[in-house]
């Protein structure tokens, strides 16, 4: 059936150590991680020179499965609207690198993967992450594959936190930076809702200290909590409002405190959904690493890209109060104020914070007519040697 | 970069007068830059760097293709993106009568660089005198839309537009009144108030000596 599986086709998801005893990795945070596997996946080809790659950062519950088809899916994978032939990220014309990231659940190391010196999943033992520790594994993988020169690192929400911390750490690696939907630094409100999904999971009483995995247990129902709240903070009062109102659940309603109402129905199924595909303990490390993110504190942090300067697009979404306009204003503020090349668009849609994993033709046209423009800075501050 | 090409090399007239008073080198804003035609030229044979500001969608992508910089804000409100003296010379090109309060426009591009380029269609061009003469409101190739739908809030002679300069405290260092095909007029100056289509204004800072630029 391969009709089926358009745009790319069928993709798979590889696994490769990065980091053994011989290269273990160090954090920012001083510990030092023995053993690092990354699942990724590519699509394209890489060019001669090595040099047409485009890196996908993901955000905070995706995969390495960004874009085609796994064989017996319902849906591509995440980014699909995004990569493939002939798309915003032209399969075509760029090589594409999408992995999961460290400390993830979805093929990468993580809290949940087996600590080799104990035998026993890491539980909280596993070291808190920065998202420069992101960057240092996803910078190992672009040597594994022997890419020479990234064309592009493109992210949406956390992911675009990778690319702009990136830029800023190791601008010699990339030509643009595309920041989509992100934030240098979260406010007390998103800190906020973070902390309340952390608290539903280590309440949990299935959490047990992060030793569940080694108990035979979960804490869905915390994790489920916290993936039902952060959902609402996806998504708007516009689009709630036009995908359910206050329609029923079922044909009539039925008063109690049950599921009543659609909207009901759907958060309980994204809650009950996210349990088949992600870790608790994921959950609890990712999103503290947001919460500490602060690229810009350090008077130095532009110094490396000034010196080097990456072309930055930068966007948001008109609807998205969980990481809204203004957050992406303060990062164009900060670019801008260090006469780096930044192209900023705030695009209409309903959708909220998920709408940069929609179809939305002027953002799409944005993405593409960034990667594909005709830049030439030579003779100017912005060339690059 | 080709510093040996002229602006008159595939440029639009009036920007191409514009392009003669940017410094090579400079950093540039330019505030409503359509497809952003001045900027690449600029970029590519100037050695300057830039941003332009547009929010009409098709522009916007064209700009964007070109390698131009763009930024989507309102330049009514949200001027305030960019740190003082962050650029050398903002551009205002054919927009100044239609923003909410030409003065804080002005108020914003002063803070934000030492050097202003203005452009502004004069509405006391003699055929637009004529029509109101008629008993209609101008219209004419720089002011061709009816006076319901028109983008353009403020109408000005260029007499008009000189004291807000001096309001704002700025220094007109040049005036360069364009014919209807904006071309320099042949005239020069003689009678700019009358028989100018539009006109166009470097400026700088009051207090500031523009030999300094």
Known sequence: MAATYDGLGVTETKKVTLFDPAHPLTLVGGDQLDEVVVAYETYGTLNEDASNAVYICHALTGDAHAAGWHPGDKHPGWWDTMIGPGKAIDTNRWFVISSNLLGGCQGSTGPGSINPATGKPWGLDFPLLDMSDFVTVHRALVAHLGVRKLHAVVGGSMGGMQALQWSLSY??????????????????????????GREAIIRDENFRDGRFCEQETRPDVGLSIARMMAHITYTSEEGFQAKFGRKPQHKESAPGFGVDFAVEGYLEHQGEAFLTRFDALSYLYLTRVMDYFDPFAEPSALDAVRADPVRYLVMSFDSDWRFSTEQSRRIVRRLAAAELPVTFREIHSPWGHDSFLLKIDPYLATVKAVLEADTDYRGTVWSRT | MEPNVSPSIELRRDLQVIARNIPAGSRVLDLGCGDGELLSWLIRHRACTGTGIEREEEKVLA?????????????????????????????????????????????????????????????????????????????????????????????????????????????????????????????????????????????????QDPTRL
């Open chain 2, 63 to 207: 700009a964007i293709k070109r390698g131009v910089p763009l930024v989507e804000v309102d330049i009514d409100s949200q001027l305030d993106l960019f740190a003082p003296d962050s650029y050398d010379v903002v551009v205002l090109s054919r927009t100044l009568q239609a923003v909410l309060r030409p003065d804080l426009v002005l108020t914003q591009m002063r803070r934000i660089a030492p050097r202003l380029i203005v452009t502004m269609p004069n509405f006391g061009f003699w055929p637009h005198r004529l029509r109101l003469l008629s008993g209609h409101m101008p219209r004419s190739k720089d002011l061709p839309y009816s006076w319901y739908a028109t983008p353009n809030l403020h109408h000005a002679t260029l007499i008009d537009l000189e004291p807000l300069f001096r309001d704002v405290e700025l220094k007109q260092e040049k005036r360069i009144p364009l014919s209807p095909h904006g071309n320099p007029r042949a005239l020069g100056q003689f009678g700019a108030n009358l028989l100018a289509a539009s006109a166009i204004y470097v400026l700088v800072r009051a207090d």
């Open chain 1, 171 to 196: 601008p010699q690696d990339l030509g643009i930076a595309v920041i989509i939907a992100a934030s240098s630094r979260l406010t007390a409100q998103n800190i906020a809702f973070s902390a309340v």
